[in-house]
């Protein structure tokens, strides 16, 4: 954990236009607070309950904010291969491997690969290439495909890695119900989490994912705190969380707002640092200071039962974004044309979440 002068170094390196006061606190309360709270997985692995998703970054500002979440006490990390985990790579060789909690996900295959040996050497090829350089990851998941037979074959390459000893745990990413049961219905090893996505205005399982899952033994950790495949702007200008948000001392924002919700209801969350973000890219200002600093303070402070209830009831698109959302065909899904014609929310109003700047 980072001494009180690690974090007051960390403070005077950040240009002063880029902090406010909270800020300042915030960065000195984490480097005395108590670690974050773990699960014990099915395995005895102890897994962070909250974790930084570096999703979309390039290289050099997953290796910053990398190295600046563990800064702050944020030791866990979820990546995508590819340029997130070269810049997970460049931030373990500063860091050191036994300084971070490791999550990468195996994404899917092309929609028109429906072989399963075909997909399984996929697999096993993109593993062995991407991973070479870090050697092992904590949890390793595997995303949705739109046929079962190939999901089964992935499924038992994450096994082989698993017996290997190069994965600790294994999870899936965006299975609904019938997705899980195909997995479930041929694996040796099952799922130890499931990750779905979680945000204000979805309402609190209104799909009935979560639970389904969670009655399979399988544990959620959520994700898209501020909504997908942008930070939803109905959710950065909702009222309801502004209105909660202010009447807390110190005040909060809609998107501590969010995250705590998610954090009090007892779920992991893999969460993005920055509202700057869109199906293809995510930006940061100062690595991302102020989007971290607030995901290290979630669980100092708590949500009301009546502003749980305010926000449980909240509804801002109709119907809900899928908690599938980046789900195949075989699940709940969106829209790619559309979802990629939307523009970062802070393109359009960057007063409109402090995640931003």
């Given at each position: 954990?980072?001494?009180?002068?690690?974090?007051?170094?960390?403070?005077?390196?950040?240009?002063?236009?880029?902090?406010?006061?909270?800020?300042a606190?915030?960065?000195?309360?984490a480097?005395?607070?108590a670690?974050?709270?773990?699960?014990?997985?099915?395995?005895?692995?102890?897994?962070?309950?909250?974790?930084?998703?570096?999703?979309?970054?390039?290289?050099?500002?997953t290796?910053?904010?990398?190295?600046?979440?563990?800064?702050?006490g944020?030791?866990?990390?979820?990546?995508h291969?590819?340029?997130?985990?070269?810049?997970?790579?460049?931030?373990?060789?500063?860091?050191?491997?036994?300084?971070?909690?490791?999550?990468?996900?195996?994404?899917?295959?092309?929609?028109?690969?429906?072989?399963?040996?075909?997909?399984?050497?996929?697999?096993?090829?993109?593993?062995?290439?991407e991973?070479?350089?870090?050697?092992?990851v904590?949890?390793?998941?595997?995303?949705?495909s739109?046929?079962?037979?190939?999901?089964?074959?992935?499924?038992?390459?994450?096994?082989?890695?698993?017996d290997?000893?190069?994965?600790?745990a294994?999870?899936?990413?965006?299975y609904?119900?019938?997705?899980?049961?195909?997995?479930?219905?041929t694996?040796?090893?099952?799922?130890?989490?499931?990750?779905?996505?979680?945000?204000?205005?979805?309402?609190?399982?209104?799909?009935?994912?979560?639970?389904?899952?969670?009655s399979?033994g399988?544990?959620?950790?959520?994700?898209?705190?501020?909504?997908?495949?942008?930070?939803?702007?109905?959710?950065?200008?909702?009222?309801?969380?502004?209105?909660?948000?202010a009447?807390?001392?110190p005040?909060?924002?809609?998107e501590?707002?969010?995250?705590?919700?998610?954090?009090?209801?007892?779920?992991?969350?893999?969460?993005?640092?920055?509202?700057?973000?869109n199906l293809?890219?995510?930006?940061?200002?100062?690595?991302?200071?102020?989007?971290?600093?607030?995901?290290?303070?979630?669980?100092?402070?708590?949500l009301?039962?009546s502003?749980?209830?305010?926000i449980?009831?909240?509804?801002?698109?109709?119907?809900?974004?899928?908690?599938?959302?980046y789900?195949?065909?075989?699940?709940?899904?969106?829209?790619?044309?559309?979802?990629?014609?939307?523009?970062?929310?802070?393109?359009?109003?960057?007063?409109s979440?402090?995640?931003?700047?």
């Amino acid at each position: 954990m980072p001494s009180v002068r690690a974090a007051l170094a960390l403070l005077l390196a950040t240009p002063a236009c880029a902090w406010s006061a909270p800020d300042a606190a915030h960065a000195l309360a984490a480097s005395e607070a108590a670690p974050l709270p773990t699960w014990t997985l099915p395995v005895g692995l102890m897994f962070p309950t909250l974790t930084l998703n570096t999703a979309s970054l390039s290289v050099e500002q997953t290796a910053a904010v990398v190295e600046k979440a563990n800064a702050l006490g944020i030791t866990s990390v979820d990546f995508h291969l590819g340029n997130e985990r070269k810049g997970v790579t460049r931030a373990l060789a500063t860091l050191g491997r036994d300084a971070l909690f490791l999550v990468t996900k195996l994404d899917k295959p092309p929609a028109d690969m429906t072989d399963p040996q075909e997909a399984a050497q996929l697999a096993r090829t993109t593993l062995t290439e991407e991973l070479s350089e870090i050697g092992s990851v904590d949890v390793l998941l595997l995303k949705d495909s739109a046929t079962c037979e190939v999901m089964q074959a992935q499924w038992a390459v994450l096994e082989h890695w698993l017996d290997r000893g190069l994965a600790k745990a294994l999870g899936t990413y965006n299975y609904c119900p019938s997705a899980l049961d195909c997995l479930l219905a041929t694996a040796k090893t099952p799922p130890a989490l499931n990750f779905l996505m979680r945000h204000p205005g979805m309402g609190p399982d209104t799909s009935g994912d979560i639970a389904y899952s969670e009655s399979k033994g399988v544990r959620v950790v959520t994700y898209g705190t501020l909504g997908e495949p942008i930070a939803l702007p109905k959710l950065l200008n909702s009222t309801v969380l502004s209105r909660i948000g202010a009447s807390h001392d110190p005040p909060r924002t809609p998107e501590e707002v969010a995250l705590r919700w998610n954090t009090q209801a007892g779920y992991a969350v893999t969460s993005r640092p920055t509202a700057d973000y869109n199906l293809t890219s995510s930006f940061c200002f100062d690595d991302c200071h102020t989007g971290l600093s607030a995901m290290r303070a979630t669980y100092d402070w708590a949500l009301t039962p009546s502003e749980v209830a305010a926000i449980d009831a909240l509804i801002i698109a109709t119907p809900p974004q899928p908690a599938t959302y980046y789900a195949s065909s075989g699940c709940p899904t969106f829209d790619p044309e559309t979802a990629g014609q939307l523009h970062s929310a802070c393109l359009e109003d960057q007063a409109s979440s402090r995640w931003c700047n």
